[in-house]
């Protein structure tokens, strides 16, 4: 995907639009994205995107690779991405 595309994507998402939350979480699975992935997860997630089993199972392995003091940062860094 461009980066042009990202880069709108990420600002419709950002103004609470959950398919292109759900576009970025996708690309960020076929690319192996960890910790932006995860984010992103956290982002559709919240903006009531539809999530299917992969994008759950998805979110559980790479939570399983983090430490506990990595987990708390990235989920403050998506509490405060989310508030804008």
């Not at 539809?50 to 399983?64: I, K, P, S």
Request: positive net charge; glycine residues 8%.
């Amino acid at each position: 995907m461009p980066r042009t595309k990202t880069v709108e994507l990420n600002q419709r998402a950002s103004h609470g639009d959950a398919a292109a939350a759900l576009a970025l979480l996708e690309q960020s699975m076929a690319r192996g994205h960890q910790r932006i992935g995860l984010l992103r997860y956290l982002r559709a997630r919240c903006l009531g995107a539809t999530l299917e089993g992969r994008h759950h199972d998805y979110a559980r392995r790479v939570t399983g690779k983090l430490s506990e003091a990595a987990l708390a940062s990235l989920a403050q860094e998506a509490q405060r991405r989310h508030q804008g």
